[in-house]
């Protein structure tokens, strides 16, 4: 489904760990070529483009009716293969840069109050039948950085302000499948100006909310979910935009800018 960010060449080989967990739950016969290989496990080969030397993987095999099975591998060196020996199922398997914990079904779940992990993922479903499986393809880019800016037009401008954002999407299943459930996190000082950074991760509606806070407590709260697709935001990209948002105050308004597109500054203000 989503693919890959680029890095340099290396090669990513299954752990010992990796291995012995999957023998464990599905032990395999011996697989000799005198003997009959209908048994055997299938090799499942993953090539990846453009990965760097030191670039940190986390990978999640999952077989449908099972536990998931994970390993975190680092690539090294001239080749761009990752080699997982399954049994005969249909499974998905995901490759996420940097190797955020996954939970014991495969999830990447954000925590309630912490922004997304800036990840990179490749997923697909594969049919493991035969003694061979290949798939190629590259990490794309599944998060989206919100940066925000405050107008005023007062000497003392842009005045120190606070900024949170809600949603109803928390982390990525199997197969980079959005998880549903509550989201928040806090803008973060960005280093650039007075400006504050937020992750978020692939959306699949209008309900993020942008709730901003000014130096003398007043608050404001903006439906940007709406406001930027409805400005021509793509969720379903390959590789996610990232966003600056100037807020001003005085006309309750919100202008949206990525590299691609600048739109009026219009929003509709909710409280």
Known sequence: MFSERRHTRGVARLSAFFAAALTTICPFPGCSVKEDRSGCPCRVCISLEDI??????????VPYGSVSL????????????????????????????????LDSHG?????????????????????????????????????????????????????????????????????GELLEGPFLCTGEPSGEDDALQAVIPRQKDASLMLEVTDARGVSRRFALGQYINSAGCDWSAE??????????????????VNDLWTEPEYIRQVI
Not at 52 to 61: D, P, Q, V
Not at 74 to 101: G, Q
């Open 52 to 61: 760097s030397e030191r670039t940190c993987l986390r990978a999640g095999i």
């Open 70 to 101: 994970v390993d975190t591998v680092l690539a090294v060196c001239s080749d761009t293969s990752m080699v997982f020996f399954v049994p005969h199922c249909r499974l998905t398997a995901d490759i996420i840069s940097p190797p955020v914990a």
């Open 107 to 175: 999830r990447y779940r954000i925590d309630y109050g912490s922004p997304c992990a800036p990840v990179y993922m490749f997923s697909s479903v594969i049919t493991a039948s035969g003694e061979y499986q290949g798939r190629s393809g590259r990490l794309c880019k599944n998060h989206s950085v919100i940066s925000m800016r405050l107008l005023c037009d007062t000497p003392r401008c842009p005045p120190p302000f606070s900024a949170s954002l809600t949603g109803n999407i928390c982390g990525y299943g199997p197969g």
């Open 239 to 256: 590789d996610l935009e990232d966003y600056d948002i100037t807020i001003d105050f005085a006309s309750t308004a919100i202008t949206a």
